[in-house]
């Protein structure tokens, strides 16, 4: 729609008047005349975004951890798809590479009658938990959960998954539990 909408534009300037031809200034200010008219009818400035701007990653964690600190960080080892490569998979962090908002999702499977309690933050500060509590339910279960968050992002800042109580008792490995992220 959008590119209709500025092939037809195009075309309009195209069909120059048979009088004076216009100047570069004029076509400029016509242009502005036709986009300020799109933008009026709810139209957005989409300028030239392609596949190369696609920031996405989807993580993985290969092994189980046992017994974490508080506030340590979980680090999802693997990588299906790192588009843009602001996930690192040594430190287990995402580093925004331009201002936005960015979707986050992650999830963890602990053995019963463990726990496993996490939180995302963002350069520090926590956004959202996961609450994997199996304390209480029978040995032989493995429950799983999952937690999402938008969260704003300056370049530079850095999103990453960290334990919030203290142990965390057992995470699985066999990639059962992942994190993933995307920028709108
Ligand atoms: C986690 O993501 C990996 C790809 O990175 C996929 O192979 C795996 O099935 C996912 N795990 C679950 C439990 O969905």
Redesign the pocket.
Known sequence: MIKSVRFLLLSLLLLVPGTAPETPQQVVTRYNNYKAICNGLGYENSGCKDAADTIAF???LTKTLLNMKLHETVVFD????NEGNAYSTATGKFTAPLDGIYSFTW?T?TEAPKFFLTEIVRNGQPIAYNHNDARGIGSGGYP?SSSHAYIKMKKGDKVWIRVNRNPGQYIQGG????FSGIKF
């Open positions: 989807q993580s993985t693997k990588v299906s798809l999830t499977l799983m990639n059962w539990c992942n």
